[in-house]
């Protein structure tokens, strides 16, 4: 395996396969290439394949102002987000420098997607950073298909109330905006955004749970389960008190007690509560009662103190408060976002 300064080498002729992407990074499997040897007979250059590629994945960055160099955000995430967390609690990212022009060839492949019809809309016209020289290796969550592994993924999202929420509030700060876009929706005539609510998460009611959990699973499966019962109580179970989502919680109220009005969103505690609200936990379930749920949170790359984006996070607080978003009193038709704040129950239980 080659070792460039410290940080592992991408192979130039590793084999590099497409597996997904999301707003700001796109996701490849790298294995090695085709040899005629047998495994005990490879050579050198196979085993680093090996070494590079075996349980985890290739990760890029797009183009976009708000991200920044793998070599930032890799040193971050190892310097001030994984301290927080238990290290099995989390996707590992490690950096590692790629060949020449592979970001080139990268960016070809998906502007071929585009023209064959194979990248999703909203994900065209954006390509990764062509200057970049690393990406990052993370860790493979992906389900064993064949022993019927399922992958459930979500963002858990504000998991504790907006600290700029009125006092009276009737809704978390991810129940307003989505009751702020469904108005947005109803006037294009598109369908209601509907979701889970985050304080159900971290409440210790497990009907609450599970009422997420069914709503997570909607979204994250679309079509039914062959055993969704089954599925819907292993998640719940296994969710209740879950100590990572409790300790997300216990960080945003810890990092951001004054809220993007009344406190600095410039500074490093602010902007990790706000990546510690935009992370996805992946869990994969076993097929078997006997077999161990693992749980890993991912995308935790640490904002930037971009003004742009701050001005947003600002002008969207602003807007669900001014606009009666928090309380329910909004003018516009009300949409039902089943918010746990709006439960007496959920009241009791958070």
């Not at 250059?45 to 070494?51: E, I, L, Q, R, Y």
């Not at 890029?60 to 609690?89: C, G, N």
């Not at 009005?261 to 078997?288: K, W």
């Amino acid at each position: 395996m080659a070792v460039e300064c410290g940080v592992q080498v991408l192979p130039p002729d590793s084999l590099v396969r497409y597996l997904a992407e999301g707003a700001a990074n796109v996701v490849y499997r790298i294995s090695p290439p085709p040899t005629p040897h047998r495994d005990d007979d490879a050579g050198p250059g196979v085993n680093g394949h090996h070494a590079i590629s075996k349980g985890r994945l290739l990760r890029l960055r797009k183009e976009l102002h708000s991200t920044v160099p793998y070599e930032q955000s890799v040193r971050s995430f190892h310097d001030i987000i994984a301290p927080l967390f238990p290290p099995q609690s989390l996707v590992d990212h490690d950096l590692v420098a790629l060949p020449d022009d592979f970001i080139a060839r990268r960016n070809a492949e998906l502007r071929a997607d585009e023209l064959a019809g194979r990248r999703k809309a909203c994900r065209r016209s954006l390509y990764l950073a062509g200057a970049d020289r690393y990406g990052a290796l993370i860790t493979d969550m992906s389900p064993d298909h064949g022993k019927h592994e399922v992958l459930v993924d979500f963002k858990p999202k504000w998991l504790a109330q907006s600290a700029s929420a009125p006092a009276n509030a009737k809704r978390c700060r991810t129940c307003a905006l989505r009751a702020r876009r469904n108005a947005v929706r109803r006037t294009k005539g598109a369908p209601a955004e509907t979701s889970f609510c985050p304080l159900d998460l971290v409440s210790r009611n497990a009907s609450h749970i599970l009422r997420a959990v069914r709503l997570i699973l909607e979204e994250s499966h679309g079509s039914q389960h062959h055993d969704q019962g089954a599925l819907e109580r292993r998640l719940t179970s296994y969710l209740l008190g879950h100590p990572v989502l409790r300790r997300l919680r216990e960080l945003q109220l810890e990092l951001d007690a004054r809220g993007v009005l009344g406190g600095d969103p410039t500074s490093q505690d602010f902007l990790l509560a706000t990546t510690l609200r935009d992370c996805t936990m992946l869990v994969r379930v076993p097929s078997t009662e006997e077999g161990k749920l693992v749980a890993r949170l991912a995308d935790l790359d640490l904002k930037a103190p971009v003004l742009s984006k701050i001005e947003h996070w600002r002008d969207v607080e602003r807007g669900l408060i001014d606009g009666g978003w928090y309380t329910a009193e909004e003018k516009e038709p009300r949409f039902d976002v089943k918010c746990s704040l709006s439960r007496d129950d959920g009241r009791r239980h958070q």
